[in-house]
């Protein structure tokens, strides 16, 4: 089971298959993007395999090849059509699970992301999580499992996954076929930086921030009130707030760096003569405030006035020392 960065997590499912004791539900939580689906995905395929080694499933047996292509018949997956995963979605299920399986191996129900589940397809799932049919198994994933209800959380044994460090990311995103010719290293680099440690984030930032980086330096370079409006329109109804910040949090910070006198750990290398010259602009101190207010506001809630906020903080910006 190869899943970078959750070798905790990957040590625990490998002890359950070793000792046959696979519970029959597994919540994988954790940040969006670092593996759990994959984790989740490897070990439906260890489940199915015929020829089951230490390190998870052979991938080459015919209930291996099966899955890989997504169509062994033993196993089930649960999303949301549309926003949630409604009551109907959960009674379908228990349908199709009253029925005989077709093969003789376990059954696996992948539900992701459960923690979009509603009240009432958590309340109807909760008489399959308590007696599963036999040989099967739920995989429930969640980015937040806050937002499962505890009935849920209780039944279910919990794996946890971690956030990667950004030298991790950074692998994982240049070893992706294509990746490495469409973007520049340090542009990789700057990804991994604000993904949050995670993967899947990174890549979206990657495909999200051509030009935002240089247009974060020239708001930050000189006061201009129509740019800057401009920008906090843009920011209205941002679904991601993360993403959105992600530009102006590499340079800030980059920017603080330069501001303290060293260039080690710089992300926008290919940027560095701008971002030198908006260095003077403040004290190290004022930068540092700067990047503190911007990891700040990657905190607020997603119902937040983002429009307001980001204009704040850019007139704010120019206005204090
Ligand atoms: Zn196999």
Not at 170 to 180: K, N, Q, R, S, W
Request: proline share 7%; hydrophobic share 40%; charged share 25%.
């Amino acid at each position: 089971m190869d899943v970078r960065g959750q070798d905790r997590a990957v040590a625990l499912l490998l002890r359950y298959l070793e000792t046959g004791n696979v519970p029959p539900g597994l919540l994988f939580f954790g940040e969006e993007g670092i593996g759990k689906e994959m984790a989740a995905s490897a070990f439906v395929s260890a489940l199915f395999c015929r020829n089951r080694g230490t390190a998870g499933g052979c991938g080459t047996c015919h209930d291996c090849r099966l899955h890989a292509s997504g169509s062994h018949p033993n196993f089930l997956r649960v999303s949301p059509e549309k926003q949630n995963i409604l009551i109907d979605d959960i009674r379908a299920l228990q349908d199709e699970l009253s029925l005989k399986a077709f093969s003789d191996r376990p059954r696996a129900v992948l539900i992701a992301p459960a923690d979009r589940m509603t009240i009432q397809a958590a309340n109807a799932l909760l008489k399959t999580l308590e007696e599963p049919p036999p040989g099967t198994h739920l995989f429930l994933v969640a980015h937040r499992i806050s937002r499962l209800p505890p009935t849920i959380v209780s039944r279910c044994q919990k794996i946890s996954f971690s956030p990667l460090t950004p030298g991790e990311v950074e692998e994982i995103l240049a070893g992706i076929p294509g990746i490495g010719s469409r973007y520049r290293p340090e542009e990789i680099r700057g990804a991994a930086a604000c993904s949050g440690g995670s993967p899947g984030r990174a890549l979206e930032v990657l495909e999200e921030a051509g030009g935002e980086r240089e247009k974060w330096v020239q708001l930050l370079s000189s006061p201009d009130p129509a740019a800057i409006t401009e920008t906090a329109a843009s920011w209205k109804g941002a679904a991601d707030l993360s993403r959105k910040l992600a530009a102006p949090l590499s340079v800030v910070r980059d920017i603080a760096l330069l501001s303290s006198g060293t260039e080690m750990g710089i992300i926008n290398e290919d940027l560095k003569t701008a971002l030198r010259a908006a260095a003077g602009r403040k004290t190290p101190e004022g930068w540092g405030r700067a990047f503190k207010a911007l990891l700040s506001m990657s905190r607020m809630p997603p119902q937040a006035q983002k429009q307001l906020m980001v204009e704040a903080f850019l007139f704010e910006f120019h206005r204090k020392g």
